[in-house]
């Protein structure tokens, strides 16, 4: 069946035929929603109500422009309501000062908006071929720390190549007034994102550093780990306050507090584009779900261990295997 005729059915009231129409755009439309609220449960919110609306408009839908643009303007507007009530999603960095190794970790900071990982499967083509830089978490906070209507114009403009034109009336306003929040939302990302960036770029000699990680890992060898860091590594692990600013910090972390009990990698995804581990930690002789740890990478050594404790970031991940 066509998608003219899939599209006349649905304009009919035919339930069905839209489900099959939209069900293609409904991952990218969920990112769309992700990259602009940094909140996976957000964006699936987000997602639902903009397919519903959309559902509602269907029958007016004239054509005018493609289905998926269509989608895509209402989706937007729909995140754009819901950010407008939440507070901008954080990383550890932002949110908090760096913490002795040793000393007390804190306890789970739910008050805190974190910006939470993108998870996909590692074999996913259609997450293979998505622009990393377009996803990474240091792209996701430097968003976040603009106005919503910033986001999603360089969203719309820069990510999803939508002309001034395309993106002004999505969002229902005049090129000119675009064009100007464009010019200062790429001015602000370029500094932001430099601060936050903790070398996601990958290459193909990665997966070997990753390999090695996984191996010392589960060995509980601190040194074999501590050879694939960066002097400026950093180890975050929302929704625990503390993080650890440097190599000497981070290998003490592992050394006396993580490594102490034993570890064993269950799956392998991608974290906003960046290889991640879902490992298991031994506690009283059982295995339980410890954490999602994606590993950050600059040039062919490991500059961010970003791992995430939160047990339903946990299962998520496992659920994409």
Do not use: K
């Not at 059915?9 to 099959?20: I, L, N, P, V």
């Amino acid at each position: 069946m066509t998608d003219a005729v899939l599209l006349d059915r649905a304009r009919g009231g035919d339930e069905s035929a839209f489900a099959t129409l939209v069900g293609p755009h409904r991952r990218e439309l969920q990112r769309h929603c992700y990259r602009i609220l940094g909140s996976l449960a957000d964006a699936e919110d987000a997602t639902q109500e903009a397919l519903m609306a959309a559902w509602r408009g269907i029958a007016g839908f004239a054509g005018h422009s493609s289905l998926r643009t269509w989608l895509y303007r209402i989706a937007t507007r729909t995140s754009l309501r819901i950010a407008e009530r939440r507070p901008a999603r954080l990383l550890s960095w932002d949110a908090h000062p760096a913490r002795d190794p040793l000393g007390d970790l804190g306890a789970a900071d739910d008050a805190t908006a974190w910006l939470e990982p993108w998870i996909a499967s590692a074999d996913d083509p259609a997450e293979a071929a998505e622009r990393r830089d377009a996803i990474s978490l240091a792209f996701l906070a430097a968003l976040q720390q603009l106005p919503p209507g910033q986001r999603a114009v360089l969203i719309l403009r820069d990510v999803l190549d939508f002309s001034a034109a395309e993106t002004a009336e999505a969002l229902e306003t005049s090129v000119a007034a675009v064009n100007s929040a464009l010019q200062r939302a790429r001015a602000s990302r370029a500094g932001a994102e430099a601060a936050a960036d903790r070398g996601t770029v990958r290459n193909p000699a990665q997966q070997r550093v990753v390999d090695a990680f996984v191996a010392a890992f589960e060995a509980g060898d601190v040194p074999g780990i501590v050879g694939l860091l960066t002097e400026d590594v950093r180890l975050t692990m929302p929704p625990l306050p503390a993080w650890f600013d440097g190599i000497a910090d981070v290998a003490a972390f592992f050394a006396e507090r993580s490594l102490v009990t034993p570890w064993r990698v269950r799956e392998h995804v991608l974290v906003n584009g960046m290889p991640a581990l879902v490992a298991d930690q031994q506690t009283d002789g059982v295995w339980r779900p410890g954490a999602v740890m994606a590993l950050g990478f600059r040039g062919s050594e490991i500059s961010w261990i970003a791992s995430f404790l939160d047990p339903r970031v946990i299962e998520r991940a496992g659920s994409e295997r």
